[in-house]
C-alpha cells in the first residue's frame, strides 16, 4: 500500500505455495484467479531454498507472466505472488510487489493486501533513526520494521512488526526457506489456506484454490500467523486478540461471487442482497436486469423474490477492466459506454428494474439510466444491493474522498434526480447486515455508517492518512 497524505486507493490479491516443482506457474495461475483485485501491476517472488527470485511489472496478469519464458527466471519449490491497483500518481514500477530485499540475517519477500493507517507515523519514526525507503508504499515499513526487530526468530520479528502497524492486512512473507502468512486481528481482508498434495497454499480469496485444484482447508484466522517450512505448517496467535470485524464490502462487491470468504459463499450472500432489496423495494415493472457483472447475482436474488422476469439488458465487453479502477475521471466517464451496451429488444417499451451493487459517485448509475431509456425503455427503476456509500474507507477498498462520494452530500431523492430514474431505492442498512448473517459476527461496515473500527485522529472533516498519531 502507498503512503500518501490524503487517502489509500488499493485493492491487491495475494498467493502463495511452497513446496511445489512448479511453484511460480501455479503462483501465476493464482494470481489470474485473484485478476479482479489489481488489474494495474503483478509480480512473483521464487525461492529454490537457497536464493530468492523475482519477477514483476506493470500490467495484467497474462501480460507479465503470458510468456512461458519468465518462468525460467523464478525457479523453485516455493512463490508468493502480488496483483496490484494503485494511485494514478504512483503507478510506478518500484512501488509492484512482492517487496525483496536482503537484510542481515539473509532475503525476505513481502506481498501485501489492504491498508496501514499508520504507516505514515512509523516511517517518520524509521527515517530518523536512518532509515532509507526505496517505495513509497507502506509495504516497505514492515520490511524495515522485521530489519529493525532484535528478536531471534523470523515468527517473532513479523510479530514485533505486526505489533506496530494499525489498520488492514493480508501478509504473505517467503524467506529462503519458509513461507508466512499474516492477518490482522480484525481480519478486515479475506485469506483462505489450501492443500495440493504435499504443497500449502494460501490465497486471498478461494476461487484462486479452485483454479489449481488445491482443497480448501479454512480460512486464516483473523490475528493469525502461520509459518510454513520443510517441516509442515504451525500456527501461532500472537497479539492480543480485539474483535474481528471483516470488510462487508468484499460481500456487496469486490470479492469473486465464486468466492468462499468469511465463512459464506459470496454468491449466495449477494442473492440474499437481492432477495432482501426486492422485500424493501418493490416496484411495478416489466424486467429485471443487472448491471453486469457486479449486479448480477442480486438482480437474480431480486427477480426471484419479486416474480418480475429476469433479462439481460446491458452486454458487458469481457475485455475492459472495472469501470471504477480507471485512474482519472474522464477516462471512468468514456469507460461506462466501452464497458456496457443495451440490448434494444430486451428494453424496448419496458418497465425496466436495474439492479447495481453500490453508487459511488453516480457517475455509472446516470450512465446507465439514460443508456436505457435511450434504447426504449418506458420507466428505469434503480435498486441498490447497499446502503448508501457515504464515508470513504481507510483499511483498503479504494473509495474516493467524502467530497466524491454522491450520498455523503445528496439526499436519496436529489441523487436519484441526478441520475435521472424514475425511482431510486438501496438496501437498508439492517437489510445488509441481516443478509450477510451478522449474528455471528461484525462486520466493518464504514463506508455506510462512518464507524471506523481502527481509531485515527480526526484532523479536519476527515482523516488525514499519513498524519496519524500512534493507537
Ligand atoms: P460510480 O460511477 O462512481 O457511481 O461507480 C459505481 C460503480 O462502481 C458500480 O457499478 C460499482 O459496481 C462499482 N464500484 C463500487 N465500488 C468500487 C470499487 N471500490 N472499485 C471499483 N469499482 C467499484
Given at each position: 500500500?502507498?503512503?500518501?497524505?490524503?487517502?489509500?486507493?488499493?485493492?491487491?490479491?495475494?498467493?502463495?505455495?511452497?513446496?511445489?516443482?512448479?511453484?511460480?506457474?501455479?503462483?501465476?495461475?493464482?494470481?489470474?484467479?485473484?485478476?479482479?483485485?489489481?488489474?494495474?501491476?503483478?509480480?512473483?517472488?521464487?525461492?529454490?531454498?537457497?536464493?530468492?527470485?523475482?519477477?514483476?511489472?506493470?500490467?495484467?496478469?497474462?501480460?507479465?507472466?503470458?510468456?512461458?519464458?519468465?518462468?525460467?527466471?523464478?525457479?523453485?519449490?516455493?512463490?508468493?505472488?502480488?496483483?496490484?491497483?494503485s494511485?494514478?500518481?504512483?503507478?510506478?514500477?518500484?512501488?509492484?510487489?512482492?517487496?525483496?530485499?536482503?537484510?542481515?540475517?539473509?532475503s525476505?519477500?513481502?506481498?501485501?493486501?489492504?491498508?496501514?493507517?499508520?504507516?505514515?507515523?512509523?516511517k517518520?519514526?524509521?527515517?530518523?533513526w536512518?532509515?532509507?525507503?526505496?517505495?513509497?508504499?507502506?509495504?516497505?515499513?514492515?520490511?524495515?520494521?522485521?530489519?529493525?526487530?532484535?528478536?531471534?526468530?523470523?515468527?517473532?520479528?513479523?510479530?514485533?512488526?505486526?505489533?506496530?502497524?494499525?489498520?488492514?492486512?493480508?501478509?504473505?512473507?517467503?524467506?529462503?526457506?519458509?513461507?508466512?502468512?499474516?492477518?490482522?486481528?480484525?481480519?478486515?481482508?479475506?485469506?483462505?489456506?489450501?492443500?495440493l498434495?504435499?504443497?500449502?497454499?494460501?490465497?486471498?480469496?478461494?476461487?484462486?484454490?479452485?483454479?489449481?485444484?488445491?482443497?480448501?482447508?479454512?480460512?486464516?484466522?483473523?490475528?493469525?500467523?502461520?509459518?510454513?517450512?520443510?517441516?509442515?505448517?504451525?500456527?501461532?496467535?500472537?497479539?492480543?486478540?480485539?474483535?474481528?470485524?471483516?470488510?462487508?464490502?468484499?460481500?456487496?462487491?469486490?470479492?469473486?461471487?465464486?468466492?468462499?470468504?468469511?465463512?459464506?459463499?459470496?454468491?449466495?450472500?449477494?442473492?440474499?442482497?437481492?432477495?432482501?432489496?426486492?422485500?424493501?423495494?418493490?416496484?411495478?415493472?416489466?424486467?429485471?436486469?443487472?448491471?453486469?457483472?457486479?449486479?448480477?447475482?442480486?438482480?437474480?436474488?431480486?427477480?426471484?423474490?419479486?416474480?418480475?422476469?429476469?433479462?439481460?439488458?446491458?452486454?458487458?465487453?469481457?475485455?475492459?477492466?472495472?469501470?471504477?479502477?480507471?485512474?482519472?475521471?474522464?477516462?471512468?466517464?468514456?469507460?461506462?459506454?466501452?464497458?456496457?451496451?443495451?440490448?434494444?429488444?430486451?428494453l424496448?417499451d419496458?418497465?425496466?428494474?436495474?439492479?447495481?451493487?453500490?453508487?459511488?459517485?453516480?457517475?455509472?448509475?446516470?450512465?446507465?439510466?439514460?443508456?436505457?431509456?435511450?434504447?426504449?425503455?418506458?420507466?428505469?427503476?434503480?435498486?441498490?444491493?447497499?446502503?448508501?456509500?457515504?464515508?470513504?474507507?481507510?483499511?483498503?477498498?479504494?473509495?474516493?474522498?467524502?467530497?466524491?462520494?454522491?450520498?455523503?452530500?445528496?439526499?436519496?431523492?436529489?441523487?436519484r434526480?441526478?441520475?435521472?430514474?424514475?425511482?431510486?431505492?438501496?438496501?437498508?442498512?439492517?437489510?445488509?447486515?441481516?443478509?450477510v448473517?451478522?449474528?455471528?459476527?461484525?462486520?466493518?461496515?464504514?463506508?455506510?455508517?462512518?464507524?471506523?473500527?481502527?481509531?485515527?485522529?480526526?484532523?479536519?472533516?476527515?482523516?488525514?492518512?499519513?498524519?496519524?498519531?500512534?493507537?
Amino acid at each position: 500500500m502507498e503512503i500518501i497524505t490524503h487517502r489509500p486507493e488499493e485493492e491487491c490479491g495475494i498467493f502463495g505455495i511452497f513446496n511445489h516443482p512448479e511453484a511460480a506457474n501455479l503462483t501465476y495461475l493464482g494470481l489470474y484467479a485473484l485478476q479482479h483485485r489489481g488489474q494495474e501491476a503483478c509480480g512473483i517472488v521464487s525461492s529454490d531454498g537457497t536464493n530468492l527470485y523475482s519477477h514483476k511489472s506493470m500490467g495484467l496478469v497474462a501480460d507479465v507472466f503470458g510468456n512461458q519464458d519468465v518462468f525460467k527466471y523464478i525457479p523453485g519449490q516455493a512463490a508468493i505472488g502480488h496483483v496490484r491497483y494503485s494511485t494514478a500518481g504512483e503507478s510506478v514500477i518500484k512501488n509492484v510487489q512482492p517487496i525483496m530485499v536482503n537484510y542481515s540475517r539473509g532475503s525476505i519477500a513481502v506481498a501485501h493486501n489492504g491498508n496501514i493507517v499508520n504507516a505514515q507515523f512509523i516511517k517518520d519514526e524509521l527515517e530518523a533513526w536512518g532509515s532509507i525507503f526505496q517505495t513509497t508504499m507502506d509495504t516497505e515499513i514492515i520490511v524495515h520494521l522485521l530489519a529493525a526487530s532484535k528478536a531471534s526468530s523470523l515468527l517473532e520479528r513479523i510479530t514485533d512488526a505486526m505489533n506496530r502497524i494499525k489498520g488492514a492486512y493480508c501478509l504473505l512473507f517467503l524467506t529462503e526457506t519458509r513461507m508466512v502468512a499474516a492477518r490482522d486481528p480484525h481480519g478486515f481482508r479475506p485469506l483462505c489456506l489450501g492443500k495440493l498434495g504435499g504443497s500449502y497454499v494460501v490465497a486471498s480469496e478461494s476461487c484462486a484454490l479452485d483454479l489449481i485444484e488445491a482443497e480448501f482447508i479454512r480460512e486464516i484466522e483473523p490475528g493469525e500467523i502461520i509459518v510454513v517450512d520443510k517441516n509442515g505448517i504451525n500456527s501461532y496467535f500472537p497479539l492480543r486478540k480485539v474483535e474481528p470485524t471483516p470488510c462487508i464490502f468484499e460481500f456487496v462487491y469486490f470479492a469473486r461471487p465464486d468466492s468462499f470468504i468469511f465463512g459464506k459463499n459470496v454468491y449466495q450472500v449477494r442473492k440474499e442482497l437481492g432477495r432482501q432489496l426486492a422485500r424493501e423495494h418493490r416496484v411495478e415493472a416489466d424486467i429485471v436486469i443487472p448491471v453486469p457483472d457486479s449486479g448480477v447475482p442480486a438482480a437474480l436474488g431480486y427477480a426471484e423474490e419479486s416474480g418480475l422476469r429476469f433479462e439481460l439488458g446491458l452486454i458487458r465487453n469481457h475485455y475492459v477492466g472495472r469501470t471504477f479502477i480507471e485512474p482519472q475521471q474522464s477516462i471512468r466517464h468514456f469507460g461506462v459506454k466501452i464497458k456496457l451496451n443495451p440490448v434494444h429488444e430486451t428494453l424496448k417499451d419496458k418497465r425496466v428494474v436495474i439492479i447495481d451493487d453500490s453508487i459511488v459517485r453516480g457517475t455509472t448509475s446516470r450512465k446507465i439510466v439514460k443508456m436505457v431509456r435511450n434504447a426504449g425503455a418506458k420507466e428505469v427503476h434503480v435498486r441498490i444491493s447497499s446502503p448508501p456509500t457515504s464515508y470513504p474507507c481507510y483499511y483498503g477498498i479504494d473509495t474516493p474522498n467524502r467530497k466524491e462520494l454522491i450520498s455523503s452530500s445528496h439526499t436519496i431523492e436529489e441523487i436519484r434526480k441526478y441520475i435521472t430514474a424514475d425511482s431510486l431505492g438501496y438496501l437498508s442498512r439492517e437489510g445488509l447486515l441481516n443478509a450477510v448473517g451478522s449474528e455471528n459476527s461484525s462486520y466493518c461496515h464504514a463506508c455506510f455508517t462512518g464507524g471506523y473500527p481502527v481509531k485515527f485522529p480526526m484532523l479536519g472533516p476527515e482523516p488525514q492518512l499519513g498524519l496519524f498519531e500512534k493507537e
